[in-house]
């Protein structure tokens, strides 16, 4: 069981150049979700998705986009990255709808220059 | 929106020292949740509480949901040096906006 895996683990960008981040689950849950975690800002909600084929905006959506391909799949994307955006991004999921256990990947690493 | 303010935000420690941190809310919460952060990885759920003045253990952690709604605290007794990470406080409210809030961290530090 590898629980939540994301992809990639580092990504360096210019600004402009688009991209997208993976994140997987193998533990059948309903809820995904993408935060950002920046210095002294704890994690900030992007966006999640309560059920398969269900996204809504979270706290600071702008400049992303997403994707619930399927149930075990909740992918990111930057279409025009901006250094703003150079933080570390960890997908999560949860059982149930906006479930409070959520379980965290490892977190990918992007910086913009 | 909500706030979470965490504290303190970084603690140097003595091996074998006990640990007390907290969290306290702009609103009531109905759930809390605290994290643990090791370098490099995403945050572990450490304990999660769901009613006021609830205690609950998992090893040397203590964890406690306050009376008021507004607060809840982190006790690690006796430290040991795989404590050291970012401690998160995280939750969540009754009211319109029903997803998980999270603190700024703690960091703990154990000096040699």
């Known amino acids: 069981n590898a629980g939540v895996t994301q992809t990639p683990k580092f990504q360096v960008l210019k600004t402009g150049q688009s991209m997208t981040l993976q994140c997987a689950q193998d533990?059948?849950?309903?809820?995904m979700y993408w935060y950002r975690q920046d210095p002294g800002m704890g994690l900030r909600l992007i966006y999640y998705?309560?059920?398969?084929?269900?996204?809504d905006k979270g706290e600071v959506p702008n400049g992303y986009n997403v994707s619930r391909l399927n149930k075990r799949e909740f992918s990111l994307r930057l279409e025009s990255a901006a250094p703003s955006q150079t933080s570390v991004y960890f997908c999560?999921?949860?059982?149930?709808?906006?479930?409070?256990?959520?379980?965290f990947g490892p977190g990918t690493r992007l910086t913009v220059l | 929106g909500q706030q979470l303010n965490q504290s303190p935000q970084s603690m140097f420690i003595q091996e074998g020292e006990d640990v007390s941190m907290n969290c306290t809310s702009s609103?009531?919460?109905?759930?809390w949740l605290w994290y643990k952060q090791d370098p490099g990885e995403g945050p572990v759920l450490l304990i999660a509480?769901?009613?006021?003045?609830e205690l609950t253990s998992n090893g040397r952690l203590t964890a406690q949901f306050g009376i008021t709604r507004k607060d809840s605290f982190l006790n690690i007794s006796a430290s040991i040096p795989s404590d050291v990470g970012i401690y998160f406080c995280?939750?969540?409210?009754?009211?319109?906006?029903?997803?998980?809030?999270f603190g700024t961290g703690t960091r703990l530090t154990i000096i040699p």
């Open positions: 999560a999921s949860s059982a149930r709808a906006l479930g409070d256990e959520q379980f």
């Open positions: 533990m059948n849950h309903n809820s």
């Open positions: 998705s309560a059920s398969e084929g269900t996204t």
């Open positions: 609103s009531i919460f109905n759930t």
């Open positions: 509480l769901y009613k006021a003045g």
């Open positions: 995280a939750g969540r409210s009754n009211f319109g906006n029903e997803k998980l809030t």
